[in-house]
């Protein structure tokens, strides 16, 4: 995949800047609780990128003395309202989230998102939500269970065809995450979800933190097909690296496995904590 177009080389030159000219005016804090996230994707096969941002208001303040900054948020059991906007090709997408942390053991993760397109042919709309328990058996395992709801609509006319779609459906999944990392920040995250449905899907994620600014992750997902169709299988890599417990660029690299559709993803993102 050809990463180097014109309008994505401009987005990783955009976000280079806006990251050292944070970098080089902001100085190191022990304590914050807004996170503020610009990000873009390459997609192979398609014309476009996609571009968006995303802001996280912490209801405490994080402290980056300790852990690893990537997932101290996790760590230290703070909770958190989010919200992200995303577009690609003139589709809008909506996110909102919210993360709460009664105590130290138990979690409850909400979010939601929307994307719409109106095109010359078709008009379509997508809605997911998804809620999640979780409860921490130890301070570094955690199980949990949730539902995701899904609803897509679509209508218009192609060649004189009308078309006019519209279904729903909802999947339970469950999920265990265990870590190993500690006040040091050096350690392994493992996260596993098996989601029950006609196409059954399995994603393992793992992610070595070589000290609390740097970490290296990869996933594999895997989800079985109907009768007649190639089973989907896909694996990813990616790279985070903190500058100080405020700043950080984020890069990773997906794609499809077995598998002959073009379906390469690249993603740059950038991070400021204040």
Known sequence: MDIKTNSFKTALTALSIAAASIFSASTSFAATQNEVQIFAADFEGVDDNLYGASYTRYLDSLQGNSGAHLINPYLQRVSSVSGSYANIDGIDS?????????????MLDIGGSHSRSDNDFIDSDNTNINVQVGYNVTREWQIGAGLNYARYNADGQIDDVIIDESYSNTVAAVFTRYTTVGKSGTGWDLLATYAADDVDAITANARYFFSPRLSVGGEFSYSDAPSGFDDSKR???????????????????????????DADVANLRATYRF
Request: hydrophobic share 40%.
């Open 94 to 106: 909506f996110f909102l989230g919210s993360t709460y942390y009664f105590n130290k053991e138990w």
């Open 235 to 261: 694996a990813s890599v990616d790279v985070d690296y903190w500058f100080n417990e405020q700043l950080s660029v984020h890069a990773s690299y997906s794609k499809n496995l077995d598998s002959d559709i």
